[in-house]
């Protein structure tokens, strides 16, 4: 990617939810003066609907002077235009110039390499959106597997405590017929006939 693509894509602002480029940078591409631009623009007011060019409010130009977008020694009193990427193509058509059919070209480029880096963006975005509720998944998964772990392990825990009371159980009735006497085996001796 060229400096000078760089540099244009750093002019494009999103504003009301588009992107756009102010009248002054737009000048400084096409090499003449704001004033110049905007009274071509003037003299074309049928080629520029709303779509294509709209003149910022003072609210818009003091929060891009306080993100020092446009300078605060900006010498018109006027708002200055943004120009939707349709209304940038259109300058060029107004403007005629070669410097200015180079700068346009630059500029369609600009907002073509803007718009594939959103697009591409947004993609990973929604990759990302989608890897993290496959992770919340497993995580959940996790869970359960560990609270039914758990569960077994609590029942295998209780069987084997069972067993080891009914061992002790077992132990202890074998004492208990240890101590008692033993029959004796055979015949009585004492037998009276």
């Given at each position: 990617?060229?400096?000078?693509l ?25 090499q ?5 631009l ?16 709209f003149?910022l ?8 002077m306080s993100?020092?977008v446009?300078?605060?020694k ?65 995580s959940?998964?996790q ?27 077992l ?23």
């Amino acid at each position: 990617m060229s400096e000078d693509l760089i540099i244009v894509q750093n002019l494009i602002y999103e504003i009301r939810g588009q992107r756009v480029m102010l009248d002054s940078d737009l000048a400084k591409l096409y090499q003449v003066t704001t004033g110049a631009l905007n009274q071509a623009v003037k003299r074309n007011m049928e080629r520029f609907p709303a779509d294509f060019m709209f003149r910022l409010t003072d609210e818009e130009v003091l929060n891009m002077m306080s993100q020092s977008v446009i300078s605060s020694k900006r010498k018109t009193s006027s708002p200055p235009f943004a120009f939707t990427e349709q209304g940038v193509a259109m300058l060029a058509s107004v403007l005629k110039s070669p410097i200015a059919v180079a700068a346009s070209i630059s500029i369609m480029r600009a907002f073509v390499q803007v718009r594939q880096y959103l697009l591409t963006s947004a993609s990973m975005s929604s990759e990302l959106r989608e890897l993290r509720a496959m992770v919340d998944l497993l995580s959940m998964q996790q869970e359960e597997n560990l609270a039914a772990v758990n569960d077994l392990s609590e029942d295998v825990r209780e069987e084997i405590d069972n067993l080891y009371l009914a061992i002790a159980e077992l132990s202890s009735r074998i004492e208990e017929k240890k101590q008692e006497p033993r029959r004796k085996i055979g015949f009585p001796r004492n037998m009276e006939d």
